[in-house]
């Protein structure tokens, strides 16, 4: 935890980004209501979310509000936004959107760096004012993002309203209600948000009771508030329409510069068990190639780079839809991650024409057996075939994800990880001959952490010192061959993350404590009286309570057990079909 590292790069919140950019919006504030659109990091990454763009936009087709951008400042000055330069304290609505655990300390460092008491209790339950802090009052602050509606605990104590889900069903709702707050008590708005809309929570609203062990017992409803559901149920998009959602603003700046973003769905079918997002997403929904190609249709003149999300999900024959769609328009593709088992002709042909240099594969498991542990669904026969083919269409660098400290990992695992990392290496150092091209084969190899609303959520995450031992033996292993570089996550920093993505409310006040006094994590949760462990390396049985099940996802635990003792057995699981399988709950 900490700041981050790219944090030197850009001046975020200042107004020189604006002149850059295509699609951005800037209104005149008179007679409308302000919101701040807060990315809790730099410009850079914040520009290339595309939620984010979703909800700027979805905001600013309300000619009543004005909406406007803030990012994290560089230099500890206060965040200004970028499209008038104003202060956070201008703003009557601060709307937080959250995708990544390591900007939970960057949200509430935002929030004292404005002048904004950070704490939600200590904020006044007055009216709430147009003109926010210069009318004596105080900005009413909501939260949402995928990190949110994984687990919203750790940031309970900062946040009044959270958003748990999908922005487009409820986001416009949610800010009717909130404008026709404006003169009225905060308290009573809130009640009667969450109590009408669903996905709305107030955690002030909920009490949480722990045992003399500090494990969680139940959080329940304050009974001054009988009108509050006892869980706070997600909200999806069911269908884009015609237009699959894109980007909405190009920037130079961004960290996919000028690139165009358009989504092939959202949730994942495959139910890898490790993923996060493959259960919180449920039900899977794949868009039709026509609202994905109508979307990309809609991109500005002279836009020609485009980026596919959710590749590792799509329908072979969309991809291939898409694909001669992309070529016919001379449009070149890229992506994040390629699955090894969807690589069809048009997409091969897109490849070689779009210059790609570089491409990645996702195994994630390091051994066949592990693979089947995490029901990744993909063999070293896929791997190898997909490696062939995106170096025969001259692809320079190729990356390959891998996780160490998986469930039941053992040596013999990593011995086949290393078997398959020189056999990917001869592969692409043999075709790379013919063609007079050597090309470089880079590992990403991260930690694995037992994420909320998975089947592993149960399983305890490795100890650092053991993770740190098994990155030593692969880079003795590897580490000295050419052409192979290895980037790796500090265990440390892995471990730090898993105790935010499951962590409580006790948390939150820790995050406070480094804020405040500057200090590292371990001396917060020390000052705390808190112990990491207990959230991260720790075993949970079928009956323990987590802190993030305040939110339903509509997925059954007693599943999330069964998918777990399938994994210990290194058993698979097909993926599902929504228009059978009720195996989950959410269908």
Not at 487 to 515: C, I, N, Y
Request: include cysteine.
């Amino acid at each position: 935890m900490g700041r981050n590292s790219k944090f030197t790069a850009g001046v975020p919140g200042t107004r020189e980004y604006f002149s850059l950019e295509k699609g951005s919006i800037k209104k005149k504030w008179k007679n409308r209501v302000p919101v701040a659109l807060i990315y809790p990091n730099i410009y850079s990454l914040g520009m290339s979310n595309l939620g984010f763009q979703l909800v700027y936009d979805l905001l600013n087709q309300d000619d009543s509000i004005v909406a406007e951008r803030v990012f994290f400042p560089e230099s500890n000055d206060k965040p200004l936004s970028v499209e008038s330069g104003r202060p956070l304290s201008d703003f009557p609505f601060l709307l937080f959107s959250v995708s990544f655990e390591q900007d939970y300390q960057n949200l509430i460092m935002m929030l004292e760096l404005a002048g904004i008491d950070s704490l939600a209790s200590h904020r006044s339950n007055k009216s709430i004012d147009v003109t926010a802090q210069a009318a004596g009052g105080q900005p009413l602050i909501v939260a949402g993002g995928v990190a949110t509606f994984m687990n919203p605990e750790p940031l309970a104590p900062f946040i009044d309203l959270f958003i748990i889900g999908e922005a487009e069903p409820v986001l416009i709702p949610v800010m009717e209600q909130l404008m026709d707050g404006i003169g009225k008590n905060k308290n009573e708005l809130l009640v009667k948000i969450a109590s009408a809309l669903p996905g709305c929570y107030v955690p002030a609203f909920y009490e949480v009771k722990h045992d003399t062990d500090g494990k969680l017992l139940t959080t329940i409803p304050d009974s001054n508030y009988p009108s509050l559901p006892d869980r706070i149920k997600k909200v999806i998009l069911d269908s884009p329409g015609d237009y699959a959602a894109h980007s909405k603003i190009l920037s130079p700046s961004a960290e996919f510069s000028n690139l165009f973003m358009t989504e092939l769905g959202r949730g994942c079918s495959r139910g890898c068990r490790f993923c996060a997002a493959g259960f919180i997403y449920r039900p899977p929904r794949l868009w039709k190639a026509q609202s994905i190609i109508n979307a990309i249709d809609s991109r500005p003149d002279g836009c020609s780079r485009i980026g596919l999300l959710g590749m590792e999900m799509a329908k072979p024959e969309d991809v291939s839809l898409i694909a001669d769609y992309l070529a016919n328009e001379s449009c070149s593709l890229s992506f994040s991650s390629l699955r090894a088992d969807i690589i069809s002709s048009s997409l091969t042909e897109l490849l070689g024409q779009s210059n790609l240099k570089s491409a990645a594969i996702a195994p994630d498991g390091g051994s066949e057996r592990l693979r089947q542990v995490i029901n990744k669904g993909i063999t070293e026969d896929d791997v190898m075939a997909a490696v062939e083919i995106l170096a025969q269409k001259g692809i320079k660098n190729l990356k390959l994800y891998f996780m160490i400290g998986l469930p039941t990992e053992t040596q013999a695992d990593l011995d086949e990880m290393v078997a398959l990392i020189m056999k990917v290496k001869g592969k692409i150092l043999d075709i790379g001959r013919t063609k007079g091209k050597i090309s470089l084969l880079t590992l990403s190899i991260n930690c694995f952490i037992p994420k909320p609303w998975t089947p592993f959520q149960f399983h305890p995450m490795e100890e650092v010192a053991s993770l740190k031992q098994k990155l030593i033996f692969l880079r003795k292993t590897i580490g000295a061959q050419g052409n192979i570089r290895i980037k790796a996550e500090s265990p440390e920093k892995a471990f730090s993350q898993a105790t935010l993505s499951r962590g409580d409310r006790r948390v939150g006040r820790a995050l406070l404590q480094m804020v405040l006094h500057n200090c590292t994590w371990r001396q917060a949760f020390k000052e705390e009286n808190i112990n990491p462990a207990d959230y991260t390396t720790r075993q949970r049985d079928l009956n323990e309570l987590f802190p993030w099940e305040i939110i339903d996802h509509g997925i059954d635990r007693k599943y999330l057990w069964s998918e777990y003792q399938k994994a210990l057995q290194a058993k698979t699981t097909v993926p599902c079909d929504t228009s059978l399988c009720k195996r989950c709950g959410v269908c």
